[in-house]
């Protein structure tokens, strides 16, 4: 009986503090948005310098046939290279700490292409590759692709070395200690590896249209923002920009979300400090 | 168990073969620490044999050389009465019980226990038996679904032990496995140790800083000196009284403490030898 009173507490104390950290964030964007169209009404700022919120509004509307298709160009891009890079760098990953010499012949090379800038190869990528979609897709791939390597790589050889040697003391082959100790140990820096190359990726694919200009029937976001800035269509453009941020805190939502998934149950980042 | 039962134990026990023999091994480690300097030591099936020493003198060293964790420099391992695997180990015989629980926090406390059979081949039904064996003996049969994170400090230890033993080995090695506990848990979980061992014939070598601990648990008992790391004085402990809360009070218990306290104070001391 006594117990329960104070258990009623916490959970409606966590309540409170979850309604609290959605309304908190909420009001501030509202207010926001707000102080922008006063703003914008009271200075007399015409709409080709600064549109207001309720014409980027019209304009999303307005334009959703023409901005929509490239919404889903620019999706797929980064869905498509994210994949890619996941399935390449814990592939590449793996194959890295199979041995020394492996690690030392391969990580240099890995390492010099991730530190060049990635804008400074998209014009050859862009010459090699068959299409500019294929462009895209080695860019953004590239970019997404090192910080999961790295992070792979960090996450596979941190592993406790007293269940290293536990699974040397039950015979455990070289395939059993990756399936049932490197991988899972490795997890969380892999969920970190995919929260990271999920925003690059976004950024990239971005970045690389940008670099490719042109465009024809399948251009993405990133083109039809600089068509808008071409014929000074700001509306447009601010339009297109609240897609690619949709875009982003989309991917971003979904990329924690499968990393809490995955963690929650064990792994210390997703606990709730209880002491 | 009374008093001649006891006896007749220890009897026994006198006559059973050498299980395990360290013969003349030194161990120098790449950074140059001469670790265990031509120490011999030979293990009877069904001992009870505490390791003593001051710190840093090649306890953890020894332990981890028979149980074939980094070789020796030289002497060698001998496993009289055990047939060799390719790696120079007795066929799944040896169990190891480290400082740490060292449990996979991304394993539930079943499939923590389920780790030594799963790495041999034992499909999940075939082990759910001796498994909840294990954590009943230990007094976890209810916490086969937690994660080690749920778990106390000493529940984190049996599941450890209660891992160690699902394979029914032959020879369990524990390294200072209760150094961290409070005295009432690691008094529960000596009698725990104790008890299996009772039941299942098992022999133990148990390392441990305490005195009192050694005195309450083992036949037989080695101390080390350190610098380089050698066997100082080896001797059995024999009881007429059964090891239970009324032999900790007993005057055999006192004598067997002080016993052991002499020889550790002689061997951590620069006195010569046989002094
Ligand atoms: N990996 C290593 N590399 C180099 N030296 C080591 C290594 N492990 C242990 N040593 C050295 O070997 C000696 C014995 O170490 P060991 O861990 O066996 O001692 P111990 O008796 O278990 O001590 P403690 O009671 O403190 O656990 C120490 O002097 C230590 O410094
Ligand atoms: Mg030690």
Redesign the interface.
């Known amino acids: 009986m006594t117990s329960s009173v104070p258990e009623m507490n916490a959970s409606s104390e966590r309540r409170k503090d979850i309604a609290l950290r959605i309304a908190v964030p909420l009001v501030m964007v509202v207010g926001l948005v707000l102080i922008w169209h006063f703003g914008v009404v009271m200075s007399g700022v015409p709409p080709y310098i600064l549109p207001s919120p309720g014409a980027v509004l019209s304009a999303l509307i307005g334009d959703w046939s023409l901005l929509f298709p490239a919404l889903v160009v620019t999706t797929k891009i980064t869905l498509m290279s994210l994949a890619l890079a996941l399935i390449g760098g814990a592939g590449f990953a793996i194959f890295l700490v199979q041995s020394r010499w492996i690690e030392i012949a391969f990580y240099p090379i890995a390492v010099i292409l991730q530190v060049t800038p990635i804008v400074a190869i998209s014009p050859l990528i862009l010459i090699y590759a068959p299409t500019t979609q294929v462009a895209l897709l080695i860019c953004a791939f590239l970019v997404a692709f090192f910080p999961i390597l790295s992070n792979m790589v960090q996450g596979l050889k941190s592993v406790d070395h007293n269940l290293l040697n536990l699974f040397d003391l039950y015979g455990a082959s070289r395939w059993q200690t990756l399936i049932y100790l490197k991988i899972p140990a490795a997890q969380p820096y892999f969920m970190t590896g995919l929260r990271i190359g999920g925003g690059l990726a976004l950024i990239a694919a971005v970045v690389a249209e940008f670099a490719a200009g042109s465009a024809g029937a399948s251009s993405g976001l990133a083109f039809r923002l600089l068509e808008s800035q071409f014929r000074m269509n700001i509306p447009r453009l601010f339009a297109a920009l609240l897609m690619l941020s949709a875009l982003g805190v989309t991917i971003f939502a979904a990329t924690s979300f499968i990393s809490w998934l995955a963690l929650h149950r064990w792994h210390e980042s997703n606990l709730k400090r209880e002491n | 168990m009374n008093a001649q039962a006891a006896d007749k134990t220890v009897a026994t026990m006198a006559q059973t073969r050498p299980l395990v023999a360290m013969d003349h091994v030194s161990k120098i480690f790449s950074n140059g620490t001469l670790a265990l300097q031509d120490m011999s030591l030979t293990v009877r099936g069904g001992e009870f044999l505490s390791l003593l020493g001051p710190s840093g003198c090649g306890k953890s060293t020894a332990l981890?050389i028979i149980?074939?964790?980094g070789g020796v420099s030289s002497g060698s391992i001998d496993w009289p009465s055990s047939r060799i695997?390719s790696?120079g180990?007795p066929e799944?015989d040896?169990?190891?019980v480290?400082q740490?629980p060292?449990l996979?926090?991304?394993?539930t406390v079943f499939g923590n226990v389920f780790?030594?059979l799963?790495?041999?081949g034992v499909s999940k039904k075939a082990a759910e038996e001796p498994i909840m064996e294990a954590l009943t003996a230990v007094g976890l049969g209810d916490f086969a679904k937690a994660?080690?994170?749920e778990l106390s400090g000493g529940m984190k230890m049996r599941v450890s032990i209660a891992r160690a033993m699902v394979t029914k080995p032959r020879l369990l090695l524990m390294d200072e496995p209760f150094a961290a506990l409070d005295e009432i848990t690691r008094q529960k979980l000596n009698d725990d140790v104790l008890n299996l061992w009772r039941r299942t014939g098992i022999t133990v070598i148990f390392v441990t800083h305490s005195v009192f601990e050694s005195a309450y648990l083992s036949n037989r008992i080695v101390v080390m000196k350190a610098r380089p790391g050698r066997v100082h004085a080896d001797f059995p402990l024999v009881t007429a009284s059964e090891r239970d809360a009324l032999y900790r009070s007993s005057e055999d218990y006192r004598q067997a403490c002080e016993k052991v306290s002499a020889m550790l104070l002689e061997a951590m001391g620069d006195a010569p030898e046989g002094h």
Not at chain 2, 104 to 107: I, L, Y
């Open positions: 981890r149980a074939g964790l695997n790696k180990l799944g040896i169990s190891f480290f740490e060292t996979m926090p991304w394993q780790l030594p799963r790495l041999r994660y080690p994170r």
